[in-house]
């Protein structure tokens, strides 16, 4: 049974101190975590003393979080605090805390600037690279919850010679790419409700999984990266959140060696799941590919890791991975499939209209609307479930959304 958290649940603190690597130092940051105890996180300078992070009036010391290297020359500090606290500050910057009830609820994802072999943004030009300004559009909503599905990290390579759009760009996983990619352009957006992180596919261990581990991972930090992690649930707030480490899962194939090993953990994971609850992951289970894999469906590991093992408790699959917007219902037999890839990185395109009667591993769908666009989703609390608004970059409203139980419909 997940977990029951109080007020504060679980969380952690970002703050970059003065004097650290970069001028643009992002505001402290309150994260869900997946173990019971309240760890606070700041980076700080390589040679700084750790702070204390004051905890319910009282200070509490910070021990490092891994050593400053080459890539990562900043000191992460941590303290690991009781659950039950009730006010949490680093400095004089108030971090916030989680309400009796979570009313509104900000979905984000895919939010990095792709530089990687021929694919290449211009992360200067916020048209094309928007992410700070959904960011700051999001921060504007007031959520009491912001989940991140995944993929923060995509500068891998080098801006091409010659390229204005992206000239001057670190890659690489390593602090100042890092920085660039989440922590700069995300700004207030860190400070305005605790997060629930996601590890996407872009935070295996060959790309951006040691970037990943030091700073956003919800686990006490591994000795080692790893590409794959225990799923755990978090129940707050009136909700109930089944997290789901699907990085590693393929798309296209389902090797027997990953169907076991997912298969074993989606049991654990699901096993008495309390109604309404939502599984958040990367990669959605149910899905359509577009683009020159338009129609096929995805992510086949998944779904015949699940086979057998959806609760009738659970209400919805939220996932990123595929750089659009989808919302799809299948009826009562099987959770709604939730999609929001829309934070930043290059758009796909959609795999076909209409969606509905398309069949996915057995079961066609009942109701299907997607969108190729820039933008994030809030999802705020009703009587009888959720209504959601998916908004673009300027805020104007794209989409408005119903969810009840199974049933998700967009218009």
């Known amino acids: 049974m997940p977990m029951q958290l109080n007020l504060a649940a679980f969380a952690a603190a970002l703050l970059v101190a003065a004097g650290a690597v970069a001028a643009e130092a992002p505001p402290s940051r309150v994260q869900f975590s997946a173990d019971g105890a309240l760890p606070a996180r700041t980076v700080v300078a390589r040679n700084a003393a750790c702070p204390a992070v004051t905890a319910d009036g009282t200070p509490v010391a910070m021990q490092p979080r891994g050593a400053p290297d080459e890539r990562f020359p900043v000191k992460v500090c941590e303290?690991?605090?009781p659950v039950t606290v009730a006010k949490l500050a680093?400095?004089?910057?108030?971090?916030?805390?989680?309400?009796?009830?979570?009313?509104?609820?900000?979905?984000?994802?895919?939010?990095?600037?792709?530089?990687?072999?021929?694919?290449?943004?211009?992360?200067?030009?916020?048209?094309?690279w928007p992410f700070r300004l959904i960011a700051a559009k999001a921060a504007g909503q007031k959520p009491d919850l912001i989940v991140h599905l995944g993929d923060y990290y995509y500068r891998e390579g080098a801006c091409p010679a010659g390229r204005a759009g992206c000239a001057g760009s670190p890659h690489?996983?390593?602090?100042?790419?890092?920085?660039?990619?989440?922590?700069?352009?995300?700004?207030?957006?860190?400070?305005?409700?605790?997060?629930?992180?996601?590890?996407g596919n872009h935070e295996l261990c060959r790309r951006g999984g040691i970037g990943?581990?030091?700073?956003?991972?919800?686990?006490?930090?591994?000795?080692?990266?790893?590409?794959?992690?225990?799923?755990?649930?978090?129940?707050?707030?009136?909700?109930?959140?089944?997290?789901?480490?699907?990085?590693?899962a393929d798309d296209f194939l389902a090797p027997p060696d990953k169907v076991a090993f997912y298969g074993g953990q989606l049991a654990k994971l699901l096993d008495?799941?309390?109604?309404?609850?939502?599984?958040?992951?990367?990669?959605?289970?149910?899905?359509?590919?577009?683009?020159?894999?338009?129609?096929?469906?995805?992510?086949?590991?998944?779904?015949q890791a699940v086979r057998d093992k959806v609760p009738p408790g659970l209400d919805v699959m939220m996932a990123g991975h595929l750089h659009n917007f989808a919302a799809l219902a299948f009826g009562?037999?099987?959770?709604?499939?939730?999609?929001?890839g829309t934070g930043g990185d290059t758009l796909l395109d959609l795999a076909r209209t209409p969606l509905a009667g398309a069949e996915i591993d057995g079961i066609p769908i009942v109701k299907g609307f997607a969108l190729k666009t820039f933008g994030y989703f809030v999802l705020d609390r009703t009587a009888d479930g959720w209504e959601g608004v998916l908004r673009a970059v300027d805020d104007t409203i794209l989409a408005h959304c119903r969810l009840s139980g199974r049933d998700l419909e967009c218009r």
């Open 79 to 81: 303290a690991r605090l």
């Open 90 to 128: 680093i400095g004089t910057a108030a971090l916030p805390t989680v309400p009796a009830e979570i009313k509104r609820v900000v979905v984000l994802g895919d939010t990095g600037c792709r530089i990687e072999g021929r694919a290449v943004q211009d992360c200067n030009d916020p048209a094309a």
């Open 172 to 199: 690489g996983d390593n602090w100042p790419a890092w920085q660039a990619e989440f922590f700069v352009p995300t700004g207030a957006l860190l400070s305005a409700a605790p997060w629930v992180m996601v590890r």
């Open 212 to 248: 990943w581990f030091r700073l956003l991972d919800p686990h006490p930090l591994a000795p080692a990266c790893v590409d794959r992690t225990e799923p755990y649930p978090l129940a707050f707030g009136g909700l109930s959140l089944l997290l789901f480490d699907s990085a590693e």
């Open 272 to 303: 008495n799941a309390p109604p309404h609850s939502w599984l958040v992951t990367h990669r959605p289970f149910w899905a359509l590919a577009g683009g020159e894999l338009t129609g096929m469906a995805l992510n086949l590991t998944e779904q």
């Open 332 to 340: 009562p037999e099987r959770p709604a499939q939730l999609i929001v």
